[in-house]
């Protein structure tokens, strides 16, 4: 698949008017458009622009509510359940998470579960805009399931993500994974390159390891059992029931505590999907001098970067890392977005009536992409 | 190896007077004897009374300081800091949970960060004391560096086990699992049956892979470099970052929110290990009504339990099941010792002046432990 690049100031500005064209105001657009846009500027392209497609659907099908306000259903000094009321995934969190970070403020934690949400985007977002006023920053999310528990042979569990973000220099920690051992993108990415899925990834609809894409991919979209393993695999001997229970505990800060629908029912609504979160911040200065714990993991982060690397490794990374290094090359040269996802939006331009060469001007979609204009 | 059974009575009496023995009081006593005694009702017998050797080492070597009070360094209404001063890591471990506990109590939330301590035993043990009061616990603790992180040869971050307990019906929810693919105890379990390490647990001295459990654990007590690999293998593709994150989670409410020794220099010092732990709890009233949110968790937990099996699979675990079962089976029928253990308990009895066989009346070690005995 063939990539062109732009500059990221011609897709913040088209993402906005999008969302603008979508009936969302100016702030929310900007709030939207941010988080997919940091997602690309972090070389995450499965939670970037390539899924303004699905936005749309949901839009279109009702799952997503567009006119809807996020709204507070209990609240202490250092916890709030919020229901989104089927708002827009990013809206509602960031609000969400605003909220965590008042409290952390005020009181030193603050911990927020949301229930009826939609998808949110990336984690870590949330997460980092915590650390980005000195706090740690917690954010994971359920989503439809996907994930087979542990000698099972049915998805109950959503990828269920976790993202943990804290103030070091020279740049911040930001811990974001699925507690799946790969998310479907992976898969669907092996699909399309027509290659066999590594050994450790996928179960087929018996419960059984399978190296075939088509087959697990099918068994997903038809509900017909299957999935994929959790980070561990799946059998105890690499730890299969480690990564389940990291799946669990996206669970209880996102669908149990705000008694919210949990992953095996995500999306199986007409008018919804369901999907909840949970977001935390810690204000360090809760556990002594704040500047100074900073200092301390920072030098603990450079150890480990600068500790002996294995035959042939050319570095070691801290969570984070490559997030700076990609964001700082995509800035500087532009971010690469790939035919498929361009075609999307020249579509999406047709229908929202936007004029796609105002923005991406001389682009012309390569001929293998004749069929799909107009049918995504 | 092989295995005779006692009551749990007659261990927890031994236990106690061992501890008394040592000079700790009888309350002391008593909760250590219950930390390493419920790690073999619940069948991890890596944690529980095969310890006590280590534990013996540690005061004789000056790194357990008997006499040692935990004292609170810092102080929030939702927080603490606790230096433990070095002494019994599981008497310092509880007096920061009880902390934490009595915090979620009274605000909702609750986390204590530990520094200056000693290995604590089981993670889980302390997340279910908020359990048992109705709360959410977590626990986590950092320990030798022996996980190497993705890319790296030098082990760099502990075991670093994270635990989660959860209040629900019939049998709370209990997750405690290192953030290494498995501890240090399985290799040595394989080293003395003589067989080959699975593939993805560990690495040689180079940081390449390695199946021979001999010369793995020799590097790793000479620091020759090497070690265990984070849960999800050594490469991105099963999810090493994961695994290496998860340890860093744990690292971050032990060691760096404390502002203790980090993992890659635990247990270099003659007088400390430098140990540090991190305790959370958290009040589910903060978030609704407790009893409501219980029921929702225990109808996931159900529809896990009851979901399609993978073909061959007698049974979908829910994290604290096995735990369950196995203490039920040890309570009626008694805790098996393996002869390795006893020989070691026979030597602590002769040290301590002891009366081993008032204990343990007419066990006689196998021939084959006869060199061992006033070896350890």
Redesign the interface.
């Known amino acids: 698949m063939a990539y062109v690049t732009w500059k990221l100031e011609t897709l913040e500005r088209f993402c906005s008017d999008v969302f603008e064209a979508f009936g969302f105001d100016k702030q929310d657009s900007g709030r939207i458009s941010d988080v997919l846009l940091t997602a690309d500027l972090y070389g995450i392209e499965s939670h970037g622009m390539q899924r303004m497609v699905r936005y749309h659907k949901g839009i279109e099908k009702g799952q997503i509510h567009r006119d809807a306000k996020p709204e507070i259903v209990?609240e202490?000094?250092?916890?709030a359940?919020i229901d989104g009321h089927s708002g827009r995934g990013q809206l509602v969190s960031a609000f969400a998470m605003e909220k965590a970070i008042e409290k952390a403020k005020a009181?030193?934690?603050g911990?927020v579960?949301v229930r009826e949400s939609n998808h949110y985007g990336i984690a870590g977002y949330y997460a980092q805009m915590a650390s980005k006023e000195g706090l740690?920053g917690f954010s994971c999310t359920n989503s439809e399931a996907i994930m087979?528990?542990?000698?099972?042979?049915?998805a109950?569990?959503g990828s269920n993500p976790i993202a943990?973000a804290?103030p070091a220099d020279p740049y911040p920690?930001l811990?974001d994974?699925?507690?799946t051992?790969?998310t479907r993108g992976k898969l669907e990415m092996y699909n399309k390159m027509g290659k066999p899925l590594?050994d450790?990834w996928a179960?087929d609809e018996?419960?059984?390891p399978s190296n075939e894409a088509p087959r697990v991919l099918a068994n997903i979209v038809g509900k017909n059992?299957g999935g994929i393993m959790p980070?561990?695999?799946?059998t105890e001997?690499?730890?299969s029931?480690?990564?389940?229970?990291?799946g669990?505990?996206a669970?209880?800060f996102s669908?149990?505590?705000?008694?919210g629908v949990?992953s095996?029912e995500c999306c199986t609504f007409p008018d919804k999907t369901g999907i909840c979160h949970g977001f935390a911040a810690?204000d360090?200065a809760?556990?002594?001098d704040a500047e100074?714990?900073k200092e301390?993991?920072s030098a603990?982060l450079e150890?480990?970067r600068e500790?002996?690397?294995?035959?042939g490794?050319?570095?070691?990374?801290?969570?984070g890392e490559k997030e700076v290094f990609a964001e700082k090359d995509r800035r500087e040269n532009g971010i690469p977005v790939n035919d498929g996802t361009m075609v999307e939006l020249l579509d999406l331009c047709s229908y929202l009536k936007l004029d796609f060469a105002e923005y991406f001007p001389g682009y012309e979609p390569p001929a293998e992409f004749s069929g799909f204009a107009g049918n995504y």
Chains 1, 2 share one sequence.
Do not use: D
């Open positions: 209990f202490t000094p250092v916890s359940v009181c030193g934690i911990i579960s740690i087979v528990p542990t000698s099972g042979r049915k109950m569990i943990v804290v920690f811990f994974a699925s507690t051992v790969v590594p450790g179960l018996n419960g059984n059992g980070l561990g695999g799946s001997t690499l730890g029931h480690k990564g389940y229970g990291g669990m505990v669970e209880l669908s149990i505590l705000s008694q949990t095996n810690i360090p809760a556990f002594g100074a714990i301390h993991f603990y150890a480990l500790s002996p690397r294995a035959e490794a050319e570095h070691i990374y801290t969570h």
